[in-house]
């Protein structure tokens, strides 16, 4: 394991020490807690958002609290949940009158802690907690029967906080700021490929296996399993196989918008990631799918994983103005 690091059981804390040093005027901590984010750029009378999850996924989670997306964030260890206790402490900093809408990724510990937190925050605090859980990946099985959505979440989530921020950037109160969360996770859907393993700090060896000429189609962003594994393919042949999965899942019709998300998982150069936005946008040319916006670059990494991830959402009026909307924060800015 060759890492930039010291010692393993202060990765974690020691890149938050950095993270705060470098953007002061924009991010600080609460309850005593590195882990609990919140923006210094509070506002009052806006519903709150927050969101949370392991780290090793930079610049998710945290990445994207600032001016018109989120107000907090908890984060756990490397790919570990953080407790119900930090995600109170999160809520109580950031809520200002409106009310607070959690978003986070379709995964059993955070869904555990974040529902444990808000029945905190209610029943304690008296703060009114609403919950949107984003769940997009299409190589995870959709819910059965109209049942309760089972797909990982991943890069697509960005989006989620994108729509969402601007929609309480904008006065929103906390019902319309939680039905255009549920209306951006319910439109964007996410594929990914991996070409090699990562290695959590303290475990000190990778995750997994993956042979020199092989990719993992589908993958997780932590390594759950995908739908398939083979021999290395040409780029465009790579692209052609998400792009269609993820138009499979969901309708587009000709005409119809959408915007376009390359995710680097942490080892991919912005090389390669450009050749997979070119194709990506022949593809949708020759369907007459008009791409609004295309965002290139790392949203939502696996530490040093090599591999990317594509993903789409489906817009409309509605999505296309928050989307637009300008947003400030440490990792991500928009005009």
Not at 106 to 130: K, L, Q, S, T, W
Not at 212 to 224: A, L, N, Q, T
């Amino acid at each position: 394991m060759k890492k930039l690091m010291n010692d393993a059981e202060n990765y974690v804390n020691e890149m938050l020490e950095g993270i705060y040093l470098t953007h002061p005027d924009q991010l600080t901590f609460t309850g005593d807690d590195l882990r609990c984010l919140v923006t210094t750029q509070k506002t009052e009378g806006k519903v709150g958002i927050a969101t949370g999850g392991g780290s090793g996924h930079l610049p998710l989670f945290l990445g994207y609290v600032g001016r018109g997306m989120l107000d907090g964030c908890c984060v756990g260890d490397v790919f570990q949940s953080p407790s119900a206790n930090q995600m109170l402490e999160v809520t109580k900093q950031i809520d200002s009158g409106a009310g607070v809408l959690y978003i986070y990724g379709n995964y059993n510990g955070d869904i555990f802690n974040f529902d444990m937190a808000a029945e905190m925050a209610d029943m304690e605090e008296g703060i009114r907690v609403e919950q949107v859980v984003a769940g997009e990946d299409v190589a995870s099985p959709p819910a059965k029967d109209g049942g309760k959505n089972t797909r990982r979440g991943v890069a697509g989530i960005f989006f989620v906080y994108k729509c969402t921020g601007a929609a309480a950037a904008s006065g929103k109160d906390l019902s319309q700021v939680k039905r255009i969360a549920e209306k951006a996770a319910s439109n964007v859907r996410t594929m990914g490929v991996a070409l090699t393993p990562c290695t959590v700090p303290r475990v000190g060896h990778p995750g997994f296996e993956i042979a020199e000429d092989e990719m993992e189609v589908g993958m997780g962003i932590h390594g759950e399993p995908g739908i398939r594994r083979g021999k290395m393919e040409s780029a465009d042949q790579i692209t052609e196989e998400m792009v269609d999965k993820i138009l499979k899942d969901i309708s587009y019709e000709p005409g119809d918008e959408t915007a376009v998300l390359i995710n680097g998982l942490g080892a991919t150069p912005l090389d390669e990631q450009y050749i997979v936005a070119r194709k990506v946008h022949q593809i949708l040319k020759e369907k007459n799918i008009r791409v609004h916006r295309c965002y290139v670059g790392e949203y939502v990494t696996s530490i040093e994983m090599a591999g990317l991830s594509i993903s789409l959402l489906k817009l409309d009026e509605e999505l296309k103005g928050y989307l637009d909307a300008p947003a400030d924060t440490p990792f991500f800015k928009q005009v």
